[in-house]
């Protein structure tokens, strides 16, 4: 493939905070295909930003205002301006199990578990529903529970046998919670994928079978 340049910038408060010029992964020096020999990395920041093959860090007075802040990675919002410098990656939160591709053995006791993280720093609580979101329960979660990190969570859960859409929805340290779908929409328009964090559904079926559902 032809070559290509990438250029992007990121807040000088970030860049003296917690961001990272890496040079290893796993205990090697991070391979080609993973950005050697550095790679930038911004813990809690949207992937783009952690840019790979790393050739120069340039302080300027203002954004370059290059192509992947301006043509791309930008949000159309529902007022017709665009979202720009969209950095963080808001708090989400999503069920593994049981999912689609599982299938419930008949009523009985399960444990749901899934993983949860947020950009802006710690997991504060996990919630769980059976019921469409009409009512709530709140989820263990398992340590260690660190900033911008995959935080899992557990919650045991009997079944009748009926139809019924599952949720989970979570809530960081800074008290930002994970919305509704509509909520979303309403907010940042059906443009918005790049940051999309709405609740997950999952449809169990009488029968055992999940789907994924928008409810």
Known sequence: ????AMNISIPLEK????????LYQNGERIRPENGYPMRLIL??????????WLHRLQAAREPVMARNE???????QPSGKAHQFSFIMEAKSIITHPSPGHQ???PGLYQISGLAWSGRGRVAKVEVSADGGRSWAEAA??????PKS?????????????????????TDETGYRQPERTQLLAERGKQGYFHYNAIVAWAVSSDGALSHVYA
């Open 104 to 106: 419930l053995r008949g």
């Open 150 to 170: 995959f935080t899992r969570f557990r919650l045991p859960w009997r079944w009748d046998g009926s139809a019924l859409i599952l949720k989970s929805r979570v």
């Open 43 to 52: 813990p809690g920041w949207e992937a783009v930003l952690n840019v790979k």
């Open 15 to 22: 860049a003296l905070d917690d961001t990272l010029v890496a």
């Open 70 to 76: 301006t043509a791309k990675y930008t949000e159309l």
């Open 1 to 4: 493939a032809d070559a290509a």
């Open 141 to 146: 979660l398992t340590d260690p529970v660190l």
